[in-house]
């Protein structure tokens, strides 16, 4: 089955306790992104990668670092959490074409609902 | 920059109504997409129906289909025949398809729909 898959789906955890969220596709998508939803807000970019070794800043990315070694996996690592990045998380990825970046439907995975106490 | 715009916070429907979700945006790019996105209470963010901008057809899946009017920068979802599972919160979103975005989706705030027996 094609899929976003996501880890751990629930987090709660201490201010400055570094923690990872995994991401994995198996659809061989280039394009892999990360948004965190906040009530108000809705879906905010955070990063994303257009393709292995690839990454830039989205529009929240102050906080956070992700990398991409391999094409299926896009983790993201808060390495000192704060209560402000107490959020919803969603990975997601989609297919590019040519040159252009995430042209193609983007396809979410189930989210991550993590706390910072 | 983008924006998009869901003025209905909320909107309610009885079970084999039709229903319009309103959405507009405002972009001077020529080259974009649009998206529905449904989230029911799962947290899952789920495609529902995608707009080419260059195309001029609305885009229809089974009972969703959009009506898309480029000049007034609206796109509007009409659900039909209502179903008990279509209440979620709604989330309309652009993508540009040129230039820095990079795959960014831009969201709307959403809007919650139920859908009563």
């Known amino acids: 089955e094609a899929q976003v898959t996501q880890n751990p789906r629930y987090l709660i955890t201490v201010t400055g306790k570094k923690l990872t969220v995994t991401c994995s596709q198996n659809?061989?998508?280039?394009?892999m992104s990360w948004y965190r939803q906040d009530p108000g807000l809705g879906l905010r970019q955070i990063y994303y990668?257009?393709?292995?070794?690839?990454?830039d800043k989205g529009d929240v990315p102050e906080g956070y670092k992700v990398s991409r070694k391999e094409k299926r996996n896009f983790p993201l690592i808060l390495e000192s959490p704060s209560p402000n990045q107490t959020s919803l998380y969603f990975c997601?990825?989609?297919?590019?074409?040519?040159?252009?970046?995430?042209?193609?439907?983007?396809?979410f995975g189930p989210g991550t609902r993590l706390t910072v106490l | 920059a983008q924006t998009v715009t869901q003025s209905q916070p909320e909107m309610s429907v009885q079970e084999a109504e039709t229903v319009t979700l309103s959405c507009t945006y405002d972009?001077?790019?020529?080259?974009?997409?649009l998206f529905w996105y449904k989230q029911p209470p799962s947290r899952q963010m789920i495609l529902v129906i995608r707009?080419?901008?260059?195309?001029?057809q609305n885009a229809t899946e089974n009972r969703f289909s959009v009506n898309f009017q480029k000049a007034a920068k609206s796109f509007s979802l009409k659900i039909s025949d209502s179903q008990l599972g279509d209440t979620a919160m709604y989330f309309c979103?652009?993508?540009?398809?040129?230039?820095?975005?990079?795959?960014?989706?831009?969201f709307g705030k959403g809007t919650k729909l139920s859908v009563k027996p």
């Open positions: 997601a990825s989609s297919f590019r074409q040519g040159r252009r970046a995430g042209t193609d439907t983007q396809y």
């Open positions: 659809m061989n998508h280039e394009y």
């Open positions: 990668s257009m393709n292995v070794e690839v990454t």
């Open positions: 972009t001077s790019e020529n080259n974009y997409y």
């Open positions: 707009q080419e901008a260059y195309k001029q």
């Open positions: 979103a652009f993508m540009m398809l040129d230039g820095g975005s990079q795959g960014n989706l831009i």
